[in-house]
């Protein structure tokens, strides 16, 4: 049983780390500094919304199951 727990961990991290990639950057960075703001306050698209919602929950599941691993309670 903690085999399958620990693939899914695994599986979960390597997932998390795809998501973050596919998310828009945010900013311009340290050339944004002298650029005008006017896409700062932009909102974000149903879809970027929808990648954030898959991309916390994915962390949820890597931190629990880290939680849950390294304590072993299974």
């Known amino acids: 049983m903690s085999q399958i727990f ?16 596919l998310h828009s950057p945010k900013g311009d960075g340290m050339g944004g500094i ?3 703001g006017s896409s700062m306050f932009t909102s974000a698209t ?3 919304a929808s990648l954030n919602k898959i991309t916390w929950t994915i962390l ?15």
């Open 6 to 21: 620990t693939w899914i961990w695994v599986f979960s991290g390597i997932l998390l780390i795809l998501l973050v990639l």
């Open 46 to 48: 149903s879809a970027e």
């Open 60 to 74: 949820f599941i890597f931190l629990a199951l880290a939680i849950i691993l390294s304590a072993g309670w299974i």
């Open 34 to 36: 002298a650029a005008s």
